[in-house]
Nanobody
Framework: QVQLVDAGGGLVQAGGSLRVSCAAS????????VGWFRQAPGKEREFVAA????????YYADSVKGRFTISRDNAKNTAYLQMNSLKPEDTAVYYC??????????????????WGQGTQVTVSS
């Protein structure tokens, strides 16, 4: 198993930047595909970005493409989501997720086994 701890959320003005992180403990982090999801009040949890185990390939939701960057440092057991040009509609709780399944850049929640506790990102207008 792997345990995930999300951190780095906060309040930022529209147009600003924020980086959230996901620290993993337990089994070897490089064994897991990683994704970021978010959930705004009253809405379903939605996919944001995904990254492969080791080759660094990435995949983004259309709503964040060109503004957000997902990355990981397997030596530090940490994944990141760099968020630039933030908009009020990006306000949500952001969750890191990891999968031990043989998935490739999945945007499907059910394919992720492990979840962080979430970190709140609020973008003011």
């Amino acid at each position: 198993q792997v345990q995930l701890v999300d951190a780095g959320g906060g309040l930022v003005q529209a147009g600003g930047s924020l980086r959230v992180s996901c620290a993993a403990s337990g089994r070897t982090f490089s064994r897991y595909a990683v994704g970021w999801f978010r959930q705004a009040p009253g809405k379903e949890r939605e996919f944001v970005a995904a990254i492969t185990r080791s080759d660094g390939s990435t995949y983004y939701a259309d709503s964040v493409k060109g503004r957000f960057t997902i990355s990981r440092d397997n030596a530090k057991n940490t994944a990141y989501l760099q968020m630039n040009s933030l908009k009020p509609e990006d306000t949500a709780v952001y969750y890191c997720a990891a999968s031990s399944k043989p998935i490739y850049l999945s945007d499907i929640r059910a394919e992720y086994d492990y979840w962080g506790q979430g970190t709140q990102v609020t973008v003011s207008s």
